[in-house]
């Protein structure tokens, strides 16, 4: 994933900048970029790495060297950014967020000829903001490059840019992420989280539309392009990866996360699957608020059996080695014995993709004197890669937990029946749910509905991307 903030402002807006791309570091985990304008000092920007240092720790000490009245800053899980380009469309900085599934192909067709040429990084990998740049470089005005790089990719493609004397965004032509605007008095400011603008005084202002591209200055936000009529949100913005405090297409990332845990135990209760447990807990952190939804609709006591202990190790994935991360984990976990000892516990997890890291914590909740452990999933068995964002991606999808569960029950003949295992009601669903908690130690596992999940959030099914659940695009 990743994310970005620019601002444009009557005054000097390097704080603004820096804290609102600080306040999306929970959306990447590599790297993060500044870039400033100024009409004396021209562009100024700074990328650091951020595996094991914190955003505001790298940057403090930059701060002091940049002037500018907008500017724009990055995080990111995939390449530096932003970057500074220089086209016969003018100088600018780009951020962008999304993936690009044929980089290859379109490198080999736009740069095959003599005296052409695209930078590698390391891995040999191309740099997919840089891409975008080339591609948008392939027309005659931003606009139409814009519009030309987003039809072009293979994936999806949300673009901000820093030009000279205004900034332009781009909303992922399908609307996969969110693009908000938000306003003070000295300006305007552009985001994907709106908490992030509101702790610096903006107001929100408007909300881009897939395919919506803007052009902001100082005093006003005019529409370049105006905004498709399809849409595909990722829904995994409010059970996962988007901030409580957030707001996407108007609806709030924690209310949505209570609902779903109440329309989880509202459907349970119906379908008579509803354990007897001492307690209702959720995994740390972002199960839980659907806990929360569950034990309020179950009356169950809701606790925190164990607490992350976070001041020294504040990402579990931090580590590159994956070894390393799951001791990490093992290490965050703090129990609170007199809430596990012979107690019945259930937890919500935001969602269960390749198992890993809740497998040992379930043997970490047993060895700590657990009864029973009982699991449920915040939302349906992910059963595809996304191709769309850097989320749930993988190397093979039988990485992820529920097909290579489908593989070890029936082979490929399991793979034609994708739909029939993600359904809990058939005979395929329940063969899966079972082999699941034999393998991983589990009482009892239940996943959210894609019904209750969508109910939950609470716009027309249509518009939200459910790709990793259904594969439908």
């Excluded at 105006?226 to 209310?255: H, Q, R």
């Excluded at 809990?424 to 699941?436: E, N």
């Amino acid at each position: 994933m990743g994310g970005f903030f620019g601002v444009i402002s009557h005054k000097n807006c390097i704080y603004d900048v820096f804290f609102g791309t600080d306040y999306h570091s929970h959306l990447g985990t590599r790297r993060a970029g500044l870039a400033f304008y100024d009409h004396k000092a021209g562009f100024q920007r700074q990328i650091h790495r951020i595996e094991n240092t914190p955003f505001r720790t790298k940057f403090e000490n930059d701060l002091s060297k940049f002037t500018g009245h907008s500017g724009i800053g990055s995080i990111s899980d995939t390449d530096p950014q932003p970057l500074l380009v220089r086209s016969h469309l003018g100088m600018f900085a780009i951020s962008t967020v999304g993936i690009i599934n044929n980089a290859e192909s379109l490198v080999e067709k736009t740069f095959s000829g003599p005296g052409k040429q695209m930078m590698a990084m390391s891995s040999g990998s191309v740099n997919a903001s840089e891409l975008t740049a080339a591609l948008i470089n392939q027309k005659d005005n931003l606009v139409e490059g814009i519009r030309f790089a987003q039809e072009t990719i293979d994936g999806s493609c949300t673009i901000l840019l820093l030009m000279k004397d205004c900034i332009i965004a781009a909303r992922d032509r399908l609307g996969r992420l969110p693009v908000l605007v938000g306003k003070s008095q000295d300006g305007f400011c552009v985001s994907f989280e709106s908490f992030a603008y509101h702790k610096l005084g903006y107001e929100d202002h408007y909300e881009l539309g897939p395919g919506e591209i803007v052009k902001i200055t100082e005093n006003e936000v005019e529409q370049l392009q105006a905004p498709g009529d399809k849409m595909k949100i990722c829904a995994f913005l409010w059970t996962y990866y988007g901030y409580p405090n957030s707001n996407y297409e108007g609806k709030n990332v924690e209310l949505m996360r209570y609902r779903n845990g109440e329309i989880m135990a509202r459907d349970e209760e119906k379908n008579g699957t509803m354990p007897e447990v001492d307690y209702v807990a959720g995994v740390p952190d972002s199960g839980l608020p659907h806990a929360i939804g569950y034990a309020n609709y179950s009356h169950k006591p809701f606790a925190r059996p164990f607490v992350k202990y976070t001041p020294t190790w504040p990402r579990s994935f931090t580590p590159a080695d994956q070894e390393m991360r799951n001791l990490v984990a093992q290490m965050k976990q703090i129990p609170v014995p007199e809430l596990i000892q012979d107690k019945k516990l259930m937890f919500v997890d935001d969602s269960i993709v390749r198992g890993t890291q809740l497998r040992e914590t379930v043997e970490f909740l047993y060895s700590n004197g657990a009864k029973e452990v009982h699991m449920r999933s915040a939302c349906p068995p992910i059963m595809y890669g996304c191709k769309y964002l850097n989320f749930s991606r993988s190397n093979s999808e039988m990485e992820l937990l529920a097909r290579r569960t489908i593989q070890n029950l029936e082979g490929l003949e399991g793979q034609k029946h994708v739909a029939e295992y993600a359904d809990s009601s058939t005979h395929r669903g329940q063969c899966m749910l079972k082999a699941i908690c034999e393998e991983m130690g589990f009482d009892s596992l239940g996943y959210q509905s894609l019904d209750g999940l969508l109910e939950a959030i609470g716009l027309d099914r249509d518009k939200v991307c459910t790709y990793c659940w259904n594969g439908e695009e």
